[in-house]
């Protein structure tokens, strides 16, 4: 060959190849701070150091029984074998519709309902039903570590809309309207609130409720500690307080945290015809059917009395007043008491710019690592939820681990110089 110049393309530098490897959009997804700080917290244990963890959002107790003896005969029926629909059985379907109008007063259709493998599968469905990219979605802050990845992994851009301690972590009207473009497609909305306990008064959540009908965008409101509530204090659903509200409204509700159900992995959406329509079609190449035995057991636990929620709920109360009580009588600890959920969620921006056993408090991160170190405790950074300043701890434990992990902080705290 005469003439001719062999080219050679230019290789891939390594720092090219790794990061071509994952896709920018998984590849940019956090990981779960909650999931991770319990991760830690049981690997520390299990290492035979005596951490107390108040990471995890889990009931203590053992699922009820006769929705465990629900699941032992669901497996004896060669009928759960198999696939069935991908979006949920019928008479687990009928039983939400049942206890959706039982326990808020929203009368929907089986129609209406998609089941899927946990809360968080119908978060990410909800987002992706109705999110193009670069839609914008209205996200409350503090908010659940998982809500603004999912939104992302939809191609959403969540936009951050923060009320501190003094607003009781709860939104006005006028602060969404402030955050509102001409891409906000939706808004998530959570009552009982998680991270910080806090719930709507009806009167809010109408108002919040008017502000989306008149603006056209989508309420996607999470409702998964509606039976979590205390002092008197009612779980306001939206398209209740705001019915013409519905048809552009996605319910997420699921049996996890209800019934100690956390492992058996069932949630569910509860959203208009096409809604549902175009996130079973998703679910169907996604993971088709939610396990056969947890949805039997799952129909048990909706359609069965609710003696023993009243018992857990009775049991988070009591601890939620002593961990506040106790987390409250901390200098430069601000802990309000929390209206719902099974969080306690302090304020310690007060701690910020101090020192704690020769370390700076840098940030609310950096007090949960030497809290960790130092007294072997396991909290969760506000900066998982939004801005720093902030500790979310779960009180959904035993009581003496509970007073004996306060007892802990305080004692490291009262270090603080």
Partial sequence: MTGVTAQTSPQPTASEQTRNRVSARVGGIAESATLAVDAKAKALKAAGRPVIGFGAGEPDFPTPQPIVDAAVAACQDPANHRYTPAGGLPVLKEAIAAKTLRDSGYEVSPGQVLVTNGGKQAVYEAFAAILDPGD???????YWTTYPEAARLAGGVAVEVF???????????????AARTPRTKALLFCSP????????TPEEVRAIGHWALEHGVWVVTDEIYEHLVYDGVRAASMPVEVPELADTTIVLNGVAKTYAMTGWRVGWMIAPADVVKAAGNLQSHLSSNVANVSQRAAVQALTGDLTAVAQMREAFDRRRRTMVSMLDAIDGVDCPLPQGAFYA??????LIGKTLRGHEITSSARLAELVLTEAEVAVVPGEAFGPSGFLRLSYALADADLVAGV??????LAEVR
């Avoid at 914008?136 to 503090?142: G, N, V």
């Avoid at 007892?407 to 490291?412: A, D, G, H, P, S």
């Fill in 163 to 177: 009320a501190g301690l003094e607003a009781g972590y709860k939104v006005t009207v006028d602060q969404l309207e």
């Fill in 345 to 350: 969620y302090p304020s310690v921006e007060g």
């Fill in 407 to 412: 007892e802990r902080i305080q004692r490291l």
């Fill in 193 to 200: 609130s998680n991270p910080t306990g806090a719930v709507y």
């Fill in 136 to 142: 914008e979605l209205l996200l409350p802050a503090p």
